[in-house]
């Protein structure tokens, strides 16, 4: 995945868990201002009724200026200026605070206007026992009093239990997100680090092959009957490891987000040398070849990459035993073709889906391998296929053969 997806993913992830975690709170501030907004107004229409019952007991009417004053969010001031009997008070505040579904415990104070100080206060516990304590009788005139709750703030809260349950989810989603985050880049930042040295060990392998290749060949041409058969097996374990570390470099490229560059391909006119080199390259072997072509028009796509493909097909069918081996190309108007044939010792039902997967090897005598290599041919026709926008697939059967064929677009 290419870092500029990375970051895409990650911004819009970002984005979207903010969102969610806005909009939870902006909704949740709205029910706590609503449940705010109806506690209080529950709470002056309480303190009303306990005026209204104050003035009629003391055969006044209602003052023409609202007495009531919320001073703070928990704490209310009423301004009667008149006679107050601290039993009755207490009572009446608690009668119509039940009546109002209000269940808060609360505070309440009673001041001397007169001399402006308090002369009582209680704490009122709505669902326990009055205490039996002995009120005093306020003599004066003139008095009003305070409400404080001072619960409120947790009693609003408390009251959106899924609120915190679906809070707690998100922040475990938020939590589970980081956490996968930081295990995909690390892996992604891992992952950079082995193809950069893979890259890097590849391109230093390949400078002294390609001296020791050029070295035996030297030697092979000045050679003496004598030596003639070391140089001989010197060649072949050079050539040997040329082919690994070609393979363990297009591994890595195969693998690569790199944009690959198209031409046009004359399939009938690429195929022919490729098909001599490689005749010439297996002409120690007894192998019969087929070749069937049937391309009308050029198709548009990486040479390089289709080459380094049916290398790897037409090397993987005589690795494996075949000495007939067929390679077909057929046309149509959008698509291409291509299909390479052996009758080697083909593949069991049970592997023939892992072939492609990286590092993977067909068992071979009780789990052995006769055939050296590192498991990355079949991945790495795979890779490049995909590359091409193309398909591969599979039809083998055990002691019969295989055939792959390779379906790639024409534009």
């Known amino acids: 995945m290419r870092n500029v997806h990375i970051r895409v993913l990650v911004i819009l992830a970002v984005l979207s868990l903010l969102g969610i975690v806005g909009t939870q709170v ?16 529950n709470v002056q229409v309480a303190l009303r009724n306990v005026v209204e019952s104050l003035c009629e007991a003391n055969g006044k009417d209602f003052p023409a200026v609202n007495p009531i004053e919320q001073v703070s969010g928990n704490y209310f001031i009423v301004r009667t200026n008149d006679k107050i009997d601290l039993t009755n008070l207490e009572y009446l505040i608690s009668a119509e605070i039940k009546k109002r579904s209000i269940s808060q415990d609360f505070e309440y104070g009673v001041y001397d206007c007169a001399n402006d100080r308090m002369v009582y206060a209680e704490n009122v516990r709505l669902g326990g026992e009055r205490s039996q304590d002995i009120m005093p009788v306020l003599k004066n005139d003139e008095y009003y009093f305070g409400i404080y709750f001072p619960d409120k703030s947790r009693s609003l809260i408390a009251g959106f239990d899924l609120w915190k349950f679906t809070s707690a989810i998100s922040l475990v989603v938020i939590i589970f997100f980081g956490f996968a985050l930081f295990v995909i880049l690390r892996q992604k930042r891992l992952s950079e680090v082995q193809r950069d040295f893979i890259n890097n060990v590849s391109h230093e392998l390949k400078t002294p092959l390609a001296t020791l290749s050029l070295a035996s060949s030297t030697l092979a041409e000045r050679n003496t009957e004598g030596n003639n058969k070391y140089v001989q097996i010197i060649k072949k374990e050079v050539s040997r490891l040329q082919k690994n570390v070609e393979d363990i470099l297009h591994s890595s490229l195969a693998e690569s987000d790199a944009t690959i560059k198209k031409e046009l391909v004359d399939i009938d006119q690429f195929l022919d040398p490729l098909i001599k080199e490689v005749k010439e390259q297996y002409s ?8 069937t072509i049937s391309i009308s028009k050029q198709i548009y796509t990486n040479l390089k990459l289709l080459e380094n493909i049916l290398r790897n097909l037409i090397d993987n069918a005589v690795k494996y035993g075949g000495k007939e081996i067929s ?3 057929h046309q149509s108007d959008k698509k291409t073709e291509i299909s390479i044939s052996d009758n080697g010792s083909g593949i069991a039902p049970e592997y023939q889906k892992q072939v492609f997967k990286k590092f993977f090897r067909v068992p071979e005598n009780n789990n052995q391998h006769n055939q050296k290599g590192f498991g990355l041919g079949l991945h790495i026709v795979a890779s490049e296929v995909k590359k091409l926008k193309g398909k591969i697939s599979l039809k ?5 053969g295989s055939t792959f064929k390779i379906t790639i677009p024409n534009g």
């Open 26 to 41: 902006f909704w949740l501030n709205r029910a706590i201002a609503q449940q705010d907004q109806v506690f209080n107004y």
């Open 284 to 291: 120690n072997q007894m192998i019969d070849w087929k070749l």
């Open 327 to 329: 390679i077909e190309a």
């Open 396 to 400: 083998s059967k055990p002691g019969v």
